[in-house]
């Protein structure tokens, strides 16, 4: 079974509006990290934004939050206001174990922000 | 900030050359990955290092070897390039956080071979 799944291969959206970009994840493990990446058209992999399981409140981290809903094992990541410098893949990912060294990624989004 | 450099943004190679590829942290990280990224199939752990001259398989090692001589430097090989290995490749540390492992990663090595 995959352990982190993107349904969304592309989305669009207005600039200034809000998006959700869908992950979710497969563990039995009960400590485990969850991330977000976005990946420009230049390569590079930059982290966003970071939940932990134990963590009772949402991540938050300006413009990215991240819709955790522990019971259903989703990891949705939320970009307000959204901007053309926005547009890139993102890639949610995880981490078994606090100290694990393995990660998970999914296959990832593209997301599209329209003038 | 984490920073994480990798050595070649852009390499074209002909089959059966030996690449490599150097990826330096200037901290003082012990994990150190190498990934390989492709269309539609995600990232792929090839090798990662927990320690100089330590290292340990991901999930597709084959064709590659990784050489860990000094903790701040990480490289690739590709002892004799195939046009398959043509990819994107990530270098990437983990840091160990109150919060837990996170990863950071360079900004990418993209090798075409011919």
């Known amino acids: 079974a995959q352990k982190i799944t993107q349904t969304q291969p592309g989305m669009f959206v207005q600039e200034k509006e809000a998006v959700t970009l869908d992950c979710t994840y497969d563990?039995?493990?009960?400590?485990?990290?969850l991330f977000w990446y976005k990946q420009p058209s230049s390569g590079e992999m930059i982290f966003l934004i970071y939940?932990?399981?134990?963590?009772?409140q949402n991540a938050t981290e300006g413009r990215y939050s991240l819709n955790f809903q522990k019971a259903r094992k989703s990891a949705n990541l939320v970009i307000s206001a959204s901007q053309l410098g926005d547009s890139a893949m993102y890639f949610c990912?995880?981490?078994?174990?606090?100290?694990?060294?393995?990660?998970?990624f999914g296959t990832g989004t593209s997301l599209t922000v329209i003038p | 900030d984490v920073k994480v450099t990798q050595s070649s943004r852009y390499l074209v190679k002909r089959t059966g050359e030996k690449v490599f590829l150097e990826c330096v942290q200037d901290m003082d990280h012990e994990n150190m990955f190498w990934y390989r990224q492709d269309p539609g199939l995600g990232l792929r752990l090839i090798y990662f290092s927990y320690d100089v001259k330590m290292k340990e398989k991901g999930d597709i090692p084959e064709g590659y070897s990784v050489s860990r001589e000094k903790k701040e430097r990480f490289s690739l090989i590709l002892e004799s390039a195939s046009t398959n290995q043509t990819s994107m490749y990530l270098c990437a540390i983990g840091t160990a956080e109150p919060s837990g492992n996170t990863i950071y990663f360079g900004e990418g090595s993209w090798l075409t071979v011919v």
């Open positions: 939940q932990g399981s134990y963590d009772q």
């Open positions: 990912a995880m981490r078994e174990g606090r100290t694990g060294n393995q990660f998970y």
């Open positions: 563990t039995s493990d009960p400590s485990y990290g």
